[in-house]
């Protein structure tokens, strides 16, 4: 059995979020630490936009008007509400069999854990092929909007979104599972060219991605996603998880990025 790290992490703010899944990349790419799997959550809500997303798709007056954070990923993709949600990251060396080949294949690969964990959670669920996203939803700034390439999927409405980064011979792919609420509260605080604009994205989101809560008709405790989460892998991959928690170097690395890069304006504004 492959022996890989486990890491439950208290909820956090997104800064501090990005910079450990960062920090612990850094680690696990020069060999420091092992192949980890983490799971976490986030307090305060927070939008996150990906790597290469204008900061002008945000409408940072509403957002500090509801309370919500925001940060920038390291990974691409698009814009991200963060609650009432678990969070996965995997990180990993880019020669682990769990994640070689590429970031395609990886995502393919990967999706089997994820398929096994809603499994667990009574949810009959598929995996997008590999198709040419339009246009139009590539620029759209609402990652929910449409499923990529092997993202999972009920009925055709998108349950997990993922993105990946690639760095300095570590791989690191994290990914939003939301488990209750409106999954159209990120329409409050992006930038739309005017009202009813903002109307049809909600509803275009409301068809096309969907909530646990809602396909279950049921509530579906934190700790229970997390626990078919950590069962889906174990049983994919023949993982054996030992949890453990982040290396002081990790944190001390971490807290560095926060004040260095993820509560910086240098990094969230750079686009």
């Not at 990946?164 to 990120?186: A, C």
């Not at 229970?224 to 002081?248: C, K, R, Y």
């Amino acid at each position: 059995m492959d022996n890989w790290r486990l890491i439950i992490s208290s909820p956090s703010p997104g800064d501090n979020n990005m910079a450990l899944d960062q920090a612990i990349l850094e680690a696990v790419s020069s060999g420091e630490s092992p192949p980890t799997l983490r799971l976490y959550a986030w307090q305060p809500p927070c939008l996150s936009i990906g790597y290469a997303q204008p900061v002008a798709d945000v409408d940072r007056l509403r957002l500090n008007e509801l309370g919500w954070d925001l940060v920038r990923r390291p990974t691409g993709g698009r814009a991200l509400l963060h609650t009432d949600e678990l969070t996965y990251a995997v990180i990993a060396a880019s020669t682990n069999q769990h994640v070689a080949g590429g970031v395609l294949q990886s995502y393919r690969h990967l999706s089997l854990g994820l398929v096994a964990a809603l499994t667990m959670l009574g949810l009959n669920v598929e995996v997008q092929p590999n198709i040419p996203v339009p246009e139009e939803q590539r620029t759209n700034p609402v990652c929910f909007q449409a499923p990529s390439a092997y993202e999972i999927t009920v009925g055709g409405r998108k349950l997990i979104g993922s993105a990946q980064v690639r760095r300095r011979g570590g791989v690191l792919q994290h990914g939003s599972l939301p488990l209750k609420g409106d999954i159209t509260r990120i329409c409050q605080v992006l930038r739309f060219e005017d009202e009813a604009s903002s109307q049809q994205s909600a509803q275009y989101i409301r068809e096309r991605a969907i909530t646990v809560e809602e396909l279950l008709g049921r509530p579906v405790p934190w700790r229970q996603a997390a626990e078919a989460l950590i069962e889906g892998f174990t049983s994919a991959f023949g993982l054996s998880l030992d949890l453990e928690p982040p290396t002081e170097a990790e944190y001390q690395l971490a807290e560095m990025l926060v004040s260095s890069r993820y509560n910086h304006s240098g990094w969230t504004e750079r686009i």
